[in-house]
């Protein structure tokens, strides 16, 4: 079972063994990682650039069906916005997007039990997703 999270903590490590969780996706951890072979740790951001594109396209299937039934929020004066809304996505879910990379890469099969959601909008959504 898989715990995907940005800040890894000691508190949240103990809570996911608990409940049966053996791998653990991070950006960044407040603790040395304790050397346990049940248990498997990847830091995802040794695939940030891997994970660019992946990110935009997950950003872009929420984004571009948005501009198709508003395409006025995306207009301001004669200038066509839409790339500054994708850049503010991408920049404002980067690190999410290592994450969830990584675990549908190496991990896809596994149960999830958390994984930070892409866009913090929407986590009832990812919740029930997983």
Not at 26 to 51: I, R
Not at 58 to 82: C, G, H, V
Not at 117 to 130: A, E, I
Request: net charge positive; hydrophobic share 40%.
């Amino acid at each position: 079972m898989v715990l995907a999270e940005l800040l890894l903590t000691k508190k949240s490590l103990n809570w996911a063994t608990n409940r049966g969780a053996n791998i653990f996706l991070y950006n960044e951890t407040d603790f040395v990682l304790p050397e346990n072979e049940a248990l498997t740790f990847l830091n995802c951001t040794t695939e940030s650039v891997p994970s660019t594109w992946w990110t935009w396209e997950a950003n872009d299937r929420i984004l571009l069906p948005f501009k198709e039934k508003f395409p006025s929020l995306f207009q301001w004066r004669k200038y066509d916005m839409t790339l500054a809304y994708q850049k503010a996505l991408y920049w404002s879910n980067q690190k999410t997007g290592f994450l969830h990379y990584t675990k549908e890469k190496y991990f896809s099969a596994e149960k999830v039990l958390f994984i930070e959601p892409m866009h913090p909008y929407n986590k009832w959504k990812t919740k029930l997703k997983y």
